[in-house]
């Protein structure tokens, strides 16, 4: 007698062929490059946003070198200008006769040019109060005001 005895039951094999089928469908697929493709992205947002912020950066540093430059120019003029001074002291009367004048011709630009200055002193403001919203410092302030003075003083 011949004995029908299957070594696996239909439902082992499918089971197998199942898992089979699973393992190859799982070797075959790239996880990595999903992780790689979301990787990417991730340093393509991170490059965006330095990139932004070394523009901002730039911007910012731009500003603040017109600004310095501004106040150089500034104090250059004040060195010339206090130069002057000095020279006319050593020099005696007649030299500083022709300072005086100079400073006198230059009164409509000095006002001018410290429009802001003048008009905040015109409204009662002190030197101090002027130097803080301007940015400027109290002797920078009181300079400009004595200069206005020394100019007008002697029409």
Do not use: C
């Not at 089928?21 to 946003?49: H, I, N, P, Y």
């Amino acid at each position: 007698m011949r004995r029908n005895v299957d070594l696996f039951p239909t439902w082992t094999l499918t089971l197998l062929l199942g898992i089979i089928v699973v393992l190859v469908v799982f070797l075959k697929t790239d996880f990595r490059g999903k992780s790689k493709r979301a990787d990417k992205s991730g340093f393509e947002r991170f490059l965006e946003e330095w990139e932004k912020e070394n523009e901002a950066f730039l911007r910012t540093f731009s500003e603040v070198h017109r600004d310095l430059m501004k106040r150089i120019d500034r104090l250059e003029e004040r060195v010339e200008t206090l130069d002057a001074i000095a020279r006319s002291k050593e020099n005696g009367p007649m030299q500083e006769l022709s300072e005086v004048e100079r400073v006198r011709n230059s009164r409509s630009q000095l006002r001018d040019r410290y429009k802001d200055i003048f008009d905040m002193a015109d409204d009662g403001m002190s030197v101090a109060d002027i130097a803080r919203r301007t940015g400027r410092g109290n002797g920078e302030v009181q300079l400009i005001l004595g200069l206005a003075e020394r100019g007008t003083g002697h029409d």
